[in-house]
C-alpha cells in the first residue's frame, strides 16, 4: 500500500451504538406489541408492530451493507448517501471547490446530532439531488446552526463513527492548510 492509500480515511455504514440502540427499542417495542393479553386493539398492535419491525429491520439492512458513509483521499472528499438509496444520494466533492471541512451539531430534544461537512467555494456547481428549492432553504436555514450551503454538503454521524484524528490526517496528507472548523 502507497503512503497516499494508507492516508485515506474512510469510514462505512454499520452498527454504532446508536443505530443499537434504536434496533433494541424497535425489538422491544415490537415483542411488548405481540404479547397477548395487552388490551391493546388488535389493529393497532399489528400496525405498530409493522411500524417497529419495518424500522429495524430497515435500519439493520443499511448497517449489513457496509457501504461508504464518509472518505477523504486525493480526489476530495465523498458523502456517501443513504444505504438504501445509495446512489441517489451519493455526492464527491474535488479539493478544488472545498474550503475547509465543517463538524457541527444538530441539537434536537434531549439530545444532539454530530454532523460532518464541507463548507464550498463561491461558483462550485451546485450539488445534484434534491433540497435546492426556497421552501427547503428557508426550512433548512432556520433549523440549523450552519448555512444552507453547508448543510446540503453535509452528512449525519449516524450508523458510522467519525474519527477526528483520522479525518485531521487524512485532510492534511490530501488538502494541506485546509481548515478544520470544529462547531462542537
Known amino acids: 500500500m502507497s503512503d497516499s492509500e494508507d492516508a485515506v480515511y474512510e469510514a462505512r455504514h454499520g452498527f454504532d451504538r446508536r443505530t443499537s440502540g434504536v434496533l433494541a427499542v424497535a425489538v422491544l417495542f415490537s415483542a411488548v406489541l405481540l404479547m397477548p393479553g395487552t388490551g391493546t386493539p388488535l389493529v393497532l398492535r399489528i400496525a405498530g408492530t409493522v411500524l417497529f419491525a419495518g424500522g429495524g429491520l430497515v435500519m439493520a439492512a443499511g448497517a449489513l ?17 443513504s444505504p438504501l438509496r445509495y446512489r441517489a ?4 466533492i474535488p479539493w478544488e ?7 457541527w451539531r444538530q441539537r434536537v430534544p434531549n439530545a444532539s446530532i454530530p454532523w ?26 432556520a433549523l440549523v ?17 467519525l474519527d477526528r484524528q483520522r479525518l485531521a490526517d487524512a485532510v492534511a496528507r490530501f488538502a494541506p492548510g485546509l481548515r478544520i472548523v470544529d462547531g462542537h
Open 65 to 81: 451493507t457496509r457501504k461508504v458513509a464518509f472518505r477523504v483521499d486525493g480526489t476530495g472528499v465523498l458523502l456517501g448517501g
Open 89 to 92: 444520494t451519493t455526492v464527491h
Open 97 to 103: 471547490d472545498i474550503t475547509e471541512v465543517v463538524l
Open 116 to 141: 460532518v461537512g464541507v463548507r464550498r467555494r463561491d461558483g462550485a456547481p451546485s450539488l445534484p439531488g434534491p433540497g435546492q428549492g426556497a421552501i427547503t432553504r428557508a426550512v433548512g436555514g
Open 145 to 161: 446552526p450552519v448555512p444552507f450551503e453547508v448543510l446540503q454538503s453535509s452528512r449525519a454521524v449516524s450508523g458510522w463513527r
